[in-house]
C-alpha cells in the first residue's frame, strides 16, 4: 500500500476518519516529500517547444459538453491528443488530488482546471508554471477574470470560466410597496423589506449565503469593497479592520439584529437560499446567476415564475461588488508537451469556444465579446448586468495560505452575523489571524 | 496459550515455527509499523518554508521542527483553542454517544430476542440504518434538520440545528445514536442467543421477576459480547469524521480530533496533521487500555470472585437469586468461551 497510493490522496485517507490509516496515508506521502529538492524547487523553467498527447484534469464534466470540445480538437490535432481526467465533483477533492499530484511529482496530469482562489498557492509552490502572455488571448478576457489568474504580477493561469453574484428581486411584491425599481443600496432594500414586511405575514426579507463556509468568504468579500475597502491591499497586507470592513460586516449584522435577513440564512447555501426563494419566503436573493434557470422553470416547481427581476447586488455605498467565482486553466509543472497544453489552453479561451460554452452550459465565460453577442443576450435578459457585476467584481484574497485565511474569515464573520461576537471585535481579531498567517 | 506451545515443541521446531511466521511479521512491521514510525516522524517536521518576497515562491523541503507541531496543537493560538474544542466534542460524542446508543442497543435486541413470531422483519427494520453508509445518513439527517425540514415541522417549532451552539451537538448524537444503536444489538443479539433456556425457567421456578431476570441472569451472560461490542463503538466513535462533517460542515460545534487532522492535512500542513493524528493515536489507545483493564479484568476476574456478584440482592427471592446467578456463573465461563472465540 505505501508505494502503490499517491493517487490516494492524503487528504481523502484522513477524511476516512481511520486513524491507522491516516497515519499510513500521511507517512506513505511524507516519504516522497523528503525528497523534493531544497532550493527554489523543480520545473520553474517550463518548456514551450514540446508538442505530444497531454491530460486535461479537471471537475467532474457535470454539463456533458466538455468531450465535444475536446472531441473538436482532437479531430485537428491527431498527433497531440488531448485525454480528459475527470475529478471529484468537489473543489477540495480536486485540489487535494492536484496536489498529492505534485507532490509526487507525476506527469499524469498537464492541464490543470483550477478554482481561482488557488492560484497563489500552486503558483507559490511552483506546482504550475508562469504563462507567456503573448500567446494566449488574455487581452480579450474580463480584467478581473485576469487578475484571479496573477500571482506576482505574473500569469500562471488563463481565465476559462468566471462568474458574479446578482440581486433578485420580487417584483410583484415591490409594486405592491409601491417601488417600482430594485434597490441599489443596503438601506434601501431594508426600506423595502420593513414595508414589505409590515403588509405581508410570512414573508422574510433578503437570503445570501451566511452559513460557516466558502459562501461566506464572498459574501464578505464582496460587501467589504462595496464599502469602499479591502480584506487585503494590493501589497498582500490585510486590511480586515479598517472602517470600511467594519461598516460592511455591521451593514449586514444590522439586517440579521433587525430581522431584514432572516436568522435562518445562517445555515443558508446556494441552494438553500435559493429554495428558500423560489419557495416564495424571501423578497430579495443574492445569488449565482444559475438560478434564473430554476425561477423560470415551467414544471410548477417554481412559486415566482415571471415575478422576478435581477440587477446588481446592493451595495452598503457607491456600486453593489459581487464576488469574482470561476476556473482558470493552468499547466502542471512536471508536465510533458507544454507546448501542446499552451496551445490547447489558448484554443479553449478563443471566441468561438466561449461563447458555445456560455451557450450550451448557461455558465458565464471570461472573454469579453461573448457579452456583446445577439444570441446569448436572447437568451439571458440579464447579460448586461452580470458583465457589469463581474467588471465591478471583487476577487477573493490572493494568498498563498488560503484555506487559513478562508477559514479564518468565516469564523469572523459568522461569529458576528449569529450574535455572539461584535463587529469591531470580530474584525480586529480578524486582522490580528491575517496577520499572523501572512507573516509566516 | 504461547506458554503451553513452547512446553510441547522442541527447540528446533520452535525456531521453524518462527522462520515460518517471519514473512507475516515482517509485513506487519511494514504495513503497520513503518508507517506508524513515520507519522511520528512526519510530525516532527515543518513542510514548506517562507515566501521569497521578491517572487513570492515558497522554499520547498521539510525541515526538523522538534516538539514544535504538538506545542502548536496545543497552544497555538488559532490551533490550541481548536484542539481543546475538538477534544472535547470527540469525548462528548463518545461518551454520550456510546453510553445511550448501550442502553438503546441492549433494548432493542431484547426486543428482537422477544419477537419470535416476526423476528425476520423486526430485525431487519432494526438494521437498515446500520446498512446505510454513513455519508448517506448524514446527508439525510441534514435535510430532516435543516430549518424548514421535516424535524422543525413535527415540533412546530424552528431550531436552527446547523448553526453553532449545543443544538448542533445534539443533532450530531441524534444521527449517530440513530445509525449505530443496531450495531450493538445486533452484536447483544448474537450474545443473548447463545443464553441457555433452561437458565431461564430455572430463575423463573425460583419465582424471579423480570427485573432481577435480566440484572442478574440476562446482563452478566451476555456481558462479554456487550463488552466487545461497546469497546469497538467507543473506538469508532473517537475517530468519528465522516458524521459531523457532512451535517455541520466547518461548524466549531461539530469539529473532532480526526477533523482537525484532515484540515491540518488539507492545508499542506502536514507535520501538525500528523501531530494530531499521533495525539489522537494515543488518546484512543490510552481510553482503550483503561476500559480494557476496568471492564476486561472484571469479565475474568469474576471467576475468582464469586461473592462479588451476589453482594448486591435484592429483598425478595434472596435464595433463589443467589442459587440462579450461581449456577449461572458455571454456564457463563462455559459461553464465555464461545463468545470470545466467535469474536476473535
Not at chain 1, 426579507?205 to 467589504?224: I, S
Not at chain 1, 415575478?307 to 470561476?326: C, D, F, I, M, R
Request: net charge negative.
Amino acid at each position: 500500500m505505501s508505494s502503490s497510493n499517491h493517487g490516494l490522496g492524503r487528504r481523502s485517507v484522513l477524511a476516512a476518519g481511520g486513524l491507522g490509516a491516516s497515519a499510513l496515508g500521511l507517512a506513505a506521502c511524507g516519504g516522497s516529500d523528503d525528497s523534493s529538492s531544497g532550493g527554489s524547487g523543480g520545473g520553474a523553467s517550463a518548456d514551450f517547444d514540446e508538442h505530444g498527447p497531454i491530460t486535461f484534469a479537471t471537475g467532474k464534466d457535470t454539463t456533458g459538453v466538455l468531450k465535444d470540445f475536446l472531441d473538436r480538437w482532437n479531430k485537428d490535432h491527431s498527433d497531440e491528443k488531448v485525454t480528459l481526467v475527470e475529478l471529484p465533483e468537489s473543489a477540495d477533492d480536486q485540489r487535494s488530488q492536484f496536489i498529492n499530484n505534485a507532490q509526487a511529482k507525476s506527469d499524469a496530469y498537464t492541464v490543470l482546471g483550477l478554482d481561482v482562489v488557488w492560484t497563489a498557492e500552486f503558483a507559490a509552490n511552483q506546482w504550475v508554471v508562469e504563462l507567456p502572455k503573448d500567446k494566449l488571448p488574455i487581452d480579450d478576457m474580463i480584467p478581473a477574470t485576469v487578475e484571479t489568474a496573477t500571482y506576482f504580477d505574473k500569469l500562471y493561469a488563463m481565465p476559462y470560466a468566471t462568474n458574479g453574484q446578482l440581486l433578485f428581486s420580487r417584483k410583484d411584491l415591490l409594486k405592491d410597496a409601491g417601488y417600482d425599481e430594485p434597490p441599489a443600496t443596503y438601506d434601501e432594500m431594508y426600506e423595502i423589506i420593513e414595508k414589505v414586511m409590515a403588509d405581508q405575514d410570512g414573508i422574510n426579507g433578503f437570503g445570501g449565503q451566511f452559513a460557516k463556509y466558502e459562501g461566506l468568504t464572498c459574501q464578505l468579500t464582496g460587501v467589504v469593497k462595496s464599502a469602499g475597502g479591502e480584506l487585503f491591499d494590493n501589497d498582500g497586507k490585510p486590511q480586515a479592520d479598517s472602517d470600511a470592513a467594519k461598516l460592511g460586516l455591521q451593514t449586514l449584522r444590522d439586517g440579521f439584529d433587525k430581522k431584514y435577513i432572516p436568522k435562518e440564512a445562517l445555515t443558508y447555501k446556494e441552494e438553500e437560499s435559493r429554495q428558500a426563494f423560489q419557495d416564495g419566503k424571501l423578497v430579495f436573493l443574492q445569488n449565482w446567476p444559475y438560478v434564473y434557470d430554476k425561477f423560470e422553470a415551467d414544471d410548477g416547481s417554481s412559486k415566482v415564475k415571471d415575478k422576478v427581476s435581477v440587477s446588481l447586488v446592493p451595495a452598503v455605498k457607491g456600486e453593489g461588488t459581487s464576488t469574482v467565482g470561476g476556473l482558470n486553466y493552468a499547466i502542471s509543472a512536471f508536465a510533458k508537451n507544454m507546448g501542446t497544453a499552451l496551445d490547447f489552453i489558448a484554443f479553449m479561451g478563443a471566441a468561438e469556444q466561449q461563447k458555445a460554452w456560455f451557450l450550451q452550459t448557461g455558465n458565464p465565460t471570461a472573454a469579453t465579446a461573448v457579452y456583446e453577442d445577439e444570441d446569448l443576450k436572447k437568451k439571458y435578459p440579464f447579460l448586461d448586468t452580470l458583465k457589469d457585476s463581474i467588471d465591478k467584481g471583487a476577487v477573493r484574497p490572493q494568498v498563498v495560505k488560503y484555506g487559513d485565511v478562508t477559514q479564518a474569515i468565516q469564523e469572523a464573520a459568522y461569529g458576528c452575523l449569529s450574535g455572539d461576537t461584535e463587529t469591531d471585535a470580530a474584525l480586529s481579531d480578524l486582522q490580528k489571524q491575517l496577520t499572523d498567517l501572512t507573516e509566516k | 496459550m504461547a506458554d503451553a506451545h513452547s512446553r510441547r515443541v522442541t527447540g528446533g521446531q520452535g525456531r521453524m515455527a518462527y522462520l515460518l511466521l517471519l514473512p507475516t511479521l515482517v509485513l506487519l512491521a511494514l504495513v503497520v509499523g513503518f508507517p506508524l514510525v513515520l507519522s511520528a516522524w512526519q510530525s516532527l517536521t515543518q513542510s514548506g518554508g517562507d515566501i521569497d518576497p521578491q517572487t513570492g515562491i515558497i522554499k520547498q523541503g521539510d525541515t526538523f521542527v522538534g516538539l514544535d507541531n504538538y506545542v502548536e496543537a496545543f497552544t497555538g493560538s488559532g490551533a490550541g483553542a481548536g484542539f481543546w474544542n475538538a477534544f472535547w466534542n470527540t469525548t462528548l460524542f463518545t461518551v454520550v454517544g456510546v453510553s445511550i446508543e448501550t442502553v438503546l442497543g441492549v433494548s432493542m435486541a431484547l426486543i428482537m430476542a422477544r419477537a419470535m413470531r416476526s423476528t425476520g422483519i423486526v430485525r431487519a427494520s432494526i438494521l437498515v440504518p446500520w446498512a446505510i453508509p454513513t455519508v448517506v445518513s448524514a446527508l439525510m439527517w441534514q435535510l430532516i434538520f435543516d430549518a424548514n425540514g421535516i424535524f422543525n415541522r413535527v415540533i412546530h417549532y424552528q431550531v436552527l440545528w446547523t448553526t453553532e451552539g449545543w443544538q448542533a451537538k445534539a443533532a450530531v448524537l441524534i444521527a449517530d445514536i440513530w445509525k449505530t444503536a443496531p450495531y450493538i444489538g445486533l452484536l447483544t443479539l448474537a450474545g443473548l442467543q447463545t443464553i441457555d433456556e433452561q437458565v431461564y425457567e430455572a430463575a423463573k421456578m425460583d419465582g424471579a421477576d423480570r427485573w432481577s431476570t435480566f440484572w442478574r441472569i440476562t446482563l452478566p451472560l451476555v456481558r462479554p459480547v456487550l463488552v466487545v461490542a461497546v469497546l469497538f463503538r467507543l473506538l469508532d466513535a473517537m475517530r468519528m469524521f465522516d458524521l459531523p462533517y457532512v451535517l455541520l460542515g466547518r461548524l466549531e460545534s461539530g469539529q473532532t480530533l480526526s477533523m482537525l487532522a484532515s484540515d491540518a492535512a488539507g492545508k499542506t500542513n502536514y507535520g501538525l496533521a500528523s501531530a494530531y493524528s499521533m495525539i489522537l493515536f494515543a488518546y484512543i489507545c490510552l481510553v482503550a487500555f483503561v476500559f480494557i483493564r476496568v471492564l476486561g479484568a472484571d469479565v475474568i476476574g469474576e471467576q475468582n470472585k464469586p461473592a462479588k456478584r451476589g453482594g448486591r440482592r435484592r429483598g425478595d427471592g434472596e435464595d433463589g437469586a443467589d442459587g440462579g446467578s450461581g449456577g449461572s456463573r458455571r454456564t457463563a465461563r462455559r459461553l464465555r468461551t464461545t463468545a470470545e472465540g466467535s469474536m476473535a
